[in-house]
Nanobody, 122 residues
Framework: DVQLVESGGGSVPAGGSPKLSCAAS????????MAWFRQGSGNEREGVAA???????SYADSVKGRFAISKNSAKNTLYLQMNSLKPEDTAMYFC?????????????????WGQGTQVTVS
């Protein structure tokens, strides 16, 4: 199995630009599609951004132009640069790996999950 550990969350002022990280226990980034999801209080988990093994990226409309997903294969780490944060971005953010089937924004289509890191925008 692959273990994923997120970090970088916390309390952030509106307009802030935190960067989330997701460290993997094994080399994954050259083989798997990786993604970030989020789940706000009382909401379903939703896809935020994904990056394929070829480096192509996809984003939810709500974050397009504000968030950027990237990876450092040498460090086995996935990133989410978040800019121009809004209160509605407040959520638990999860890292996911190994897309079993399309589409990427459906949580059930990913095999491995981290425990999440909370981002609170005030």
């Amino acid at each position: 199995d692959v273990q994923l550990v997120e970090s970088g969350g916390g309390s952030v002022p509106a307009g802030g630009s935190p960067k989330l990280s997701c460290a993997a226990s094994a080399y994954t980034y050259g083989y798997y599609c990786m993604a970030w999801f989020r789940q706000g209080s009382g909401n379903e988990r939703e896809g935020v951004a994904a990056i394929g093994s070829d480096g192509r990226t996809s984003y939810a409309d709500s974050v397009k132009g504000r968030f950027a997903i990237s990876k450092n294969s040498a460090k086995n780490t996935l990133y989410l640069q978040m800019n121009s944060l809004k209160p509605e971005d407040t959520a638990m953010y999860f890292c996911a790996a190994y897309l079993k089937q399309d589409p990427w924004y459906t949580p059930a289509n990913f095999r491995y999950w981290g425990q999440g890191t909370q981002v609170t925008v005030s």
